[in-house]
């Protein structure tokens, strides 16, 4: 998940962005999250 990531889904502050990446870490997504963007 990029900064532009956060920004668009209106996560600006820094310990809200820390608290999402470090709970996406905490998943064990194998492959990660999906890059693809839906229509």
């Known amino acids: 998940?990029?900064?532009?990531?956060?920004?668009?889904?209106?996560?600006?502050?820094?310990?809200?962005?820390?608290?999402i990446k470090n709970e996406i870490v905490r998943l064990h997504l194998p492959d990660g999250l999906p890059d693809f963007k839906p229509d």
């Open 1 to 19: 998940m990029t900064p532009e990531d956060l920004t668009a889904i209106g996560i600006t502050h820094p310990s809200h962005r820390r608290k």
